[in-house]
C-alpha cells in the first residue's frame, strides 16, 4: 500500500517595515546640535564676565530700552507661528493661496513664509535700532566688559536670523520656479523651519538672560 507523505508549508515570517529617518531632517538637527553648543560658548561668555564685573554690568544694563527688546522679541515669536503654518502649507503640498489674500486660511506656503520674513526682518531692523540708540548713549563694543558682551552675543544671533532670512528667500525662489510643487520643496521648507525655530529658542533665553535677569538681583 502506497504511503502518500504530505508535508505542511511554514507560515511565512511577516513583513517588516523599517521606516529609515530621513536624512536630510538628521544632518540637520545635527547640525543645529552644534551650534547649540555655539551659544552656550555665549552664555558661558557672559556669566563669566558678569561674575567678575558685578558693578559694569548694573551700570550699563539700566541703558537697554525692555520695551522696545520686548516688543521685537514678541515679534519674532509670532513669526515662530507663521513659519510653521507655512510648513502645514508646504506638508499638504499648497505653494500658494487658493483664495483671496485677505483669508489667512486658504494662504499657501509663500504667503506665510513672506509673512514670517517680514517679521524677522522687523527684528533685525529693530536690533540695529537699539543699537544705534545704545551707542548715543555711550555703549560700544570696546566701551566695557559689558558692551563687548553684550554686542557679540546679540550680534551673533542676529547674524544667524539674517542667515535664516536668506535661506527663506531661497525656498520662496525654489517654489517660485517649481513647475511642481513636491517633495523636495516641502522637505526644504520643513528644514528652514527647524532653523528659524530654533533661532527663537535661543532669542528667548538670551533675551530673558540679558534683559530680565538683572532685574532679580
Do not use: C
Request: glycine fraction near 8%; aromatic fraction near 16%; avoid cysteine.
Amino acid at each position: 500500500m502506497a504511503t502518500v507523505s504530505s508535508t505542511t508549508a511554514a507560515p511565512s515570517a511577516p513583513h517588516v517595515n523599517v521606516n529609515r529617518p530621513n536624512a536630510v531632517s538628521v544632518g540637520t538637527i545635527v547640525w543645529l546640535s552644534s551650534e547649540l553648543m555655539f551659544f552656550a560658548g555665549l552664555f558661558a561668555m557672559y556669566f563669566t564676565h558678569r561674575s567678575v564685573s558685578g558693578d559694569i554690568w548694573q551700570e550699563n544694563y539700566v541703558l537697554l530700552n525692555i520695551p522696545w527688546a520686548l516688543t521685537i522679541t514678541a515679534v519674532l515669536v509670532a513669526s515662530s507661528v507663521t513659519a510653521q503654518m507655512g510648513v502645514f502649507a508646504a506638508e499638504r503640498f499648497q505653494p500658494r493661496r487658493t483664495g483671496s489674500l485677505l483669508d489667512v486660511r486658504k494662504w499657501g506656503m509663500e504667503e506665510w513664509f513672506i509673512l514670517t520674513f517680514i517679521m524677522g526682518a522687523f527684528f533685525v531692523a529693530g536690533q540695529m535700532f537699539e543699537y544705534a540708540e545704545l551707542v548715543s548713549h555711550g555703549l560700544t563694543v570696546s566701551s566695557s566688559p559689558y558692551g563687548s558682551v553684550f554686542y557679540i552675543m546679540t550680534g551673533f544671533h542676529a547674524l544667524h536670523v539674517i542667515g535664516g532670512l536668506v535661506a527663506f528667500l531661497l525656498i520662496l525662489g525654489r517654489s517660485f520656479a517649481a513647475n511642481r510643487f513636491g517633495h523636495l520643496e516641502a522637505t526644504g521648507a520643513v528644514v528652514v523651519s527647524y532653523y528659524w525655530h530654533f533661532v527663537d529658542v535661543v532669542w528667548v533665553a538670551m533675551f530673558f538672560i540679558i534683559y530680565f535677569l538683572e532685574l532679580f538681583n
